[in-house]
């Protein structure tokens, strides 16, 4: 059964950093792409990140790309965001996701708050 963890949100004031784990399980982790989304308060889901596993291919939101970093460590089963500079306006929560082909398995978020 596959299964995706996030953990590492948390409160932060403006311009600090936070580094998010997803953690998986029941499945072949090497082979997925592993993502980062986050949600709001009364706004839909929207992307955030994500990484390739074969040539570690990255690719970011425009609202985030300089500021945060996905990486992933394919030994510990575990994708990583770190978080730096963080605005007001990355509130939300976030969630990890892994694709393969046709198969989809999200993790079940972890809050990530910014504020002073």
């Known amino acids: 059964q596959v299964q995706l963890v996030e953990s590492g949100g948390g409160l932060v004031q403006p311009g600090g950093s936070l580094r998010l784990s997803c953690a998986a399980s029941?499945?072949?982790?090497?082979?997925?792409?592993m993502s980062w989304y986050r949600q709001a308060p009364g706004q839909e889901r929207e992307f955030v990140a994500f990484i390739i596993p074969s040539s570690g291919t990255t690719s970011y939101a425009d609202s985030v790309r300089g500021r945060f970093t996905i990486s992933r460590d394919n030994a510990k089963n575990t994708a990583y965001l770190q978080m730096n500079s963080l605005k007001t306006e990355d509130t939300a929560v976030y969630y990890c996701k892994a694709v393969i082909n046709s198969l989809t398995a999200w993790g079940q978020g972890t809050q990530v708050t910014v504020s002073s």
């Open positions: 029941g499945i072949t982790f090497r082979n997925y792409v």
